[in-house]
């Protein structure tokens, strides 16, 4: 199992970015794809995930400003950040959980500033 995160950079506060995680290995459809983000010096913490049946769940933080989506055919979860705050700057890695085995992406940087 693979995970490549994508999309990261720079945005003003206010902006948006839509970031992409893609699979290999296993299907998206089948496992919950998990997304989490470390800010600098803090632990990682879990940003929001899209369930294998498609039920979605964020954290208070960032509710009504990001949202999950995937692409089936594509193999790949996507996370839509809107109103981005420069609280929200950190590296956001995807995750999965197959078999008890949890595999990690190796993350994008997401930095809000002016």
């Known amino acids: 199992v693979q995970l490549q995160a994508s999309g990261g950079g720079l945005v003003q506060p206010g902006g948006s970015l839509r970031l992409s995680c893609a699979a290999s290995?296993?299907?998206?459809?089948?496992?919950?794809v998990a997304w989490y983000r470390q800010a600098p010096g803090a632990q990682r913490e879990w940003v929001a995930t899209?369930?294998?049946?498609?039920?979605?769940g964020y954290a208070d933080n960032v509710k009504d400003r990001f949202a999950v989506s995937r692409d089936n055919a594509a193999n790949t979860v996507y996370l839509q950040m809107d109103s981005l705050k420069s609280e929200d700057t950190g590296v956001y890695y995807c995750?999965?959980?197959?078999?008890?085995?949890?595999?990690w992406g190796q993350g994008t940087l997401v930095t809000v500033s002016s």
């Open positions: 995750s999965l959980m197959r078999r008890n085995v949890r595999y």
């Open positions: 290995g296993t299907l998206v459809t089948t496992n919950g």
């Open positions: 899209l369930a294998a049946g498609g039920a979605s």
